[in-house]
């Protein structure tokens, strides 16, 4: 397959073109120096060129809260600019991949959120992915809408390099232990997009590795599997703590677990457990240290 990749120099990206390469795909990555995504003119032009069979739409604004004083900014790039890569897509005949986010949910709900559960997005983020969302939707016949939660790998920062960071650092540490949700892991989450946008099987996902845990017990177990695997002296003491003793300017969904219906119905490969591909990121992360 021809791919389209934006954000490629980006966390995820970065892994998308590399797993797509790696299974024989004919890839192009692009990032914001190449292709302005909020430039419609622009990115009819690129994609037209290209003629892949599909766009894998990784770009976005990510900074949650920032995004709360800088509102124009959130939907330039993740509503006007989804917008734009819906219609290249579409004009090129090329398939959509959207990647969006477990912030689309308000995170009240006692279970996990059904793909096709009503979305109450709490922040300007949350909102602005969701819009992409709409657009994409509404503008492109042969869509996946990927939500994706708490996503780190190699490359970039990302909430495991920081606790690895200050849990060699710091005498005590505290972590949020009211909020839950799944850890992914990009390549994990790569190599399922890879299956999926080789399919007809268009709609909503919800991909992330499985289980579900909290901040704390995830910095628990990043602590403890860093130890084994890369010899790390941790000397931080882990404590518990809760949402409101870390007010930050954009709301976080209390329970952003999502169940992984579509996946399952459409006979594809789910992801597999979230401690699973964490150990294999520390261990990616050994190896490209010591180079």
């Keep these: 397959m021809k791919v389209l990749v934006t954000g490629a120099s980006g966390q995820l990206g970065k892994d998308v073109e590399k797993v797509f390469q790696e299974q024989g795909h004919d890839v192009l990555g692009y990032d914001r120096e190449q292709l302005d995504i909020t430039n419609l003119e622009q990115a009819v032009k690129i994609v037209g060129q290209y003629q892949p069979d599909a766009v894998i739409h990784c770009a976005a604004y990510t900074a949650v809260d920032a995004a709360e004083s800088d509102v124009d900014g959130a939907y330039q790039v993740n509503a006007a600019g989804t917008r734009n890569m819906a219609l290249a897509a579409e004009k090129a005949g090329a398939k959509l991949v959207y990647i969006s986010t477990d912030y689309v949910f308000d995170g009240t709900a006692e279970q996990p959120y059904h793909e096709y559960d009503n979305t109450n997005p709490q922040s300007i983020y949350g909102k602005s ?20 939660s708490w996503v780190y790998g190699l490359h970039g920062n990302n909430f495991v390099k920081t606790m690895l960071k200050l849990g060699q650092e710091k005498p005590q540490l ?3 232990n009211d909020q839950k949700g799944s850890p992914t892991y990009t390549v994990d989450l790569a190599r399922f997009l890879a299956e999926l946008v080789q399919t007809e099987k268009y709609g909503v996902y919800h991909a992330s590795n499985s289980g579900s845990c909290t901040w704390y017990e995830f910095t628990q177990a990043i602590l403890q599997d860093a130890a084994e ?6 000397t931080a003491k882990l404590e518990p703590c809760s949402t409101e003793q870390f007010p930050r300017p954009a709301v976080r969904p209390r329970n952003s677990v999502m169940e992984h219906i579509a996946i399952r119905t459409n006979g594809l ?8 591909g964490l150990r294999d990121f520390l261990k990616e992360y050994l190896a490209s240290s010591s180079k």
């Design 229 to 234: 695997i890369l010899d790390a002296k941790i």
């Design 129 to 148: 992915k969701r819009a992409g969302e709409i657009l994409t939707q509404t503008l492109s016949s042969r869509y996946f809408i990927v939500r994706t």
């Design 174 to 176: 505290q972590v949020v």
């Design 269 to 276: 490969n789910d992801l597999r457990a979230w401690r699973e």
